[in-house]
């Protein structure tokens, strides 16, 4: 479990409604436990994520703080700073960014990050709620938490796009962003990402579980039936690159850390991958030409036709 609004929530992982009783979740852990607990055959990472579950939840204290998102653990999964002396609360984490004062030049950013991915969530959660019923605030702890998981995700596609382009934006004026770049029927393209190594199409994405990569594809418990994100990204990125006229260098799938056991899954084969998938982390050492061919790229041309060219969603 992570604090992403993708994942599972602890009353999912332990397979009761947040309405239940006290006694019912207790029940329902040690049953978990039964169920899962290596020593009798089950499988240990859900055992742990029965046990963390049970952290979150599991005394009145804890699940009062979970239920309202008062507190948060350390790691959170926007940029969004709190008011000063305030305590970090989810609602901080689920809102969209605040601009930062930065006196360190940043990359060269265009488009809204996340802005599609949370329009669409929007959509989803007012859908949900009931079409006409007013909400006092879309991104209240409660609320987000209590929407099917599917909505959730939608929120959680936002949070890891701005994620992506905070990590982009630290790398300084050498590099250019463009978000949210407009596919024709493939959709968008998350981010198009300039460096004096190469361009790169990248797609931001939490499906809420750890991922491997089988059959040249993404597979996963959490994701949609049908969904196949390495051949949706090869088709999203192609399409930009008829619509400009300009060559990608390579393709990644940026994830959340906890998403996959490597720094950096190759997909297809070694000398010419399909997509990189891509821990958050390391995205950064992936960007900087670890991955690219040999040779640059003419910055400046390619900058300049792109600018002339993309169109956003």
């Known amino acids: 479990m992570t604090d992403s609004p993708a994942d599972a929530t602890p009353y999912e992982v332990l397979g009761v409604p947040a309405t239940a009783d006290d006694e019912t979740l207790r029940r329902a852990y040690r049953r978990a436990a039964r169920e899962t607990h290596p020593d009798l055959g089950g499988d240990p990472q859900r055992f742990r994520r029965v046990q963390l579950a049970w952290e979150r939840v ?12 008062a507190l948060r653990s350390s790691g959170t999964t926007s940029s969004t700073s709190a008011p000063s002396g305030q305590p970090w609360t989810d609602r901080d984490a689920y809102a969209p960014p605040t601009a930062r004062r930065e006196s360190r030049p940043r990359a060269r950013s265009h488009g809204h ?6 329009e669409v969530f929007l959509a989803a959660e007012r859908e949900w709620v009931g079409l006409g019923d ?8 409660a609320l987000v938490r209590s929407a099917p998981r599917h909505v959730r995700r939608l929120l ?17 004026i050498g590099v250019t962003v463009w978000h949210d770049l407009d596919a024709g029927a493939e959709g968008k393209l998350d981010h198009a ?24 594809e993404v597979v996963g ?40 056991e490597d720094d ?12 990189l998938v891509v821990r958050r982390s390391a ?31």
């Open 264 to 275: 950096v899954l190759v997909v297809g084969p070694d000398r010419k991958p399909t997509a």
């Open 58 to 69: 599991g005394t009145p204290a804890a699940r009062r703080a979970y239920d309202t998102g």
């Open 156 to 172: 959680g596609e936002a949070l890891a796009e701005e994620a992506t382009a905070a990590v982009v934006a630290d790398m300084g």
């Open 134 to 141: 007013p909400i006092e605030d879309p991104y209240d702890p």
């Open 113 to 118: 990050p996340g802005g599609r991915s949370r």
């Open 221 to 260: 418990e959490t994701l949609a039936p049908g969904e196949r994100p390495v051949k949706e990204l090869v088709r999203a990125a192609r399409a930009v690159q008829k619509q400009t006229r300009v060559r990608f260098t390579g393709r990644l799938l940026v994830v959340p850390d906890g998403a996959v």
């Open 193 to 216: 990402v300039l460096t004096p190594t190469g361009l790169w199409a990248v797609e931001s994405i939490d499906w809420g579980g750890p991922v491997t990569i089988e059959h040249g």
């Open 283 to 313: 995205l950064r050492q992936v960007l900087s030409g670890r991955w690219s061919p040999e040779g640059s790229v003419d910055v400046f041309d390619i900058r300049d036709r792109l600018q002339q060219t993309v169109r956003f969603v």
